[in-house]
């Protein structure tokens, strides 16, 4: 069982694991996807579109989080009973969620101009990555004897990825790949350094963007608080007619404030800088290589960052934030 193969490593090995695990759940995803891209490199919008995502709303249940804008991405489950949520809501997800039909090749499926939108389960490329049903009681069997790698009573989002794509990875090979490959990207090396410029330019979206979902969240509030009857403490309604008719207004409003600005502003330097460095990276490999594209040494990262950028500009169109939208 996993425990046992834990219980073999030694000590560095098991230090370098607990790291990995021990950090935000984007960076467990990068740090396994660099160690198996040949493998499922192809599989990494499945990672980050439903697991990454279904992980983070378990774990928002987990710490009583309820508005985005006050989220910080944890690094584990805390128990079986976290995980078991995680994975029935996982299965859940994947038959009732959509996105774009891939062929055999990974390539988008496209009739005219638009793409073919299928729900996950329905994709076959994606078909090393769907979570297998099964009853709670069997479920927790095997998150505890094939999943919970380190035998700590928590589950990682390491650990299910691992687990879920076991026919190609194992931890002991993780550990091996891993270390392999932190000393191929040093701190310095010119693309450790473009991937951190276009990592910082999106951590400032995100610090825009919860700014905007602060704003949108307090308007809201004094709007379902008047629906809702809410009162003081003295019995009269907590907000009234007109001040849920502002605050109302105030929410429509933000489209075209200041706020709004600023992550207009913020998102149009990441594009530019997530871009920038994605094209610096790839000439510096194709320059290693005399012409033809050498493999890069975070892959992952690079996707993790440019797939980043394009979620956060299509979440900045649902709040009405018009023009950011990259294509393809």
Not at 246 to 262: M, P
Request: net charge negative; proline share 2%.
């Amino acid at each position: 069982m996993a425990a046992r193969e834990y219980a073999s490593l030694e000590d560095a090995e098991k230090s370098f694991f607990n790291e990995v695990q021990g950090a935000a759940f984007s960076k467990q995803a990068v740090a396994f996807l660099d160690a198996y891209w040949d493998e499922v490199g192809g599989q990494a919008p499945f990672i980050f579109e439903i697991a990454w995502e279904v992980i983070k709303e378990i774990d928002m249940q987990q710490n009583n989080i309820i508005y985005l804008h006050k989220y910080e991405e944890s690094s584990d489950l805390k128990d079986f009973d976290w995980a078991l949520l995680f994975f029935e809501k996982l299965c859940t997800a994947v038959e009732k969620r959509e996105t774009e039909d891939r062929d055999s090749e990974g390539n988008i499926v496209m009739v005219g101009d638009k793409p073919v939108m299928k729900k996950w389960c329905e994709i076959d490329y994606f078909s090393m990555s769907m979570p297998t049903m099964m009853t709670a009681v069997t479920r927790r069997t095997e998150i505890r004897d094939k999943v919970d790698f380190n035998n700590d009573g928590t589950i990682s989002f390491l650990e299910y990825l691992i687990y879920t794509y076991k026919t190609v990875s194992n931890a002991s090979d993780f550990i091996l790949r891993g270390r392999d490959g932190r000393n191929g990207v040093k701190a310095n090396s010119p693309e450790a350094q473009q991937l951190a410029i276009a990592q910082a330019a999106l951590d400032e979206v995100k610090r825009k963007i919860a700014a905007y979902q602060a704003a949108m969240a307090k308007h809201q509030a004094i709007i379902d608080s008047h629906e809702a009857g809410e009162l003081d403490e003295n019995g009269n309604l907590k907000y009234g007619k007109a001040r849920a008719r502002r605050a109302l207004f105030e929410l429509k409003q933000l489209q075209g404030s200041s706020i709004a600005d600023d992550l207009k502003k913020a998102l149009i330097e990441a594009e530019f800088k997530v871009k920038q460095a994605m094209k610096k990276i790839r000439e510096g490999l194709a320059k290693k290589s005399g012409g033809d594209q050498a493999k890069a040494k975070s892959p992952g990262g690079m996707f993790w960052v440019e797939a980043t950028l394009h979620a956060e500009q299509k979440r900045a169109a649902g709040y009405g934030i018009k023009g950011l939208v990259a294509k393809g």
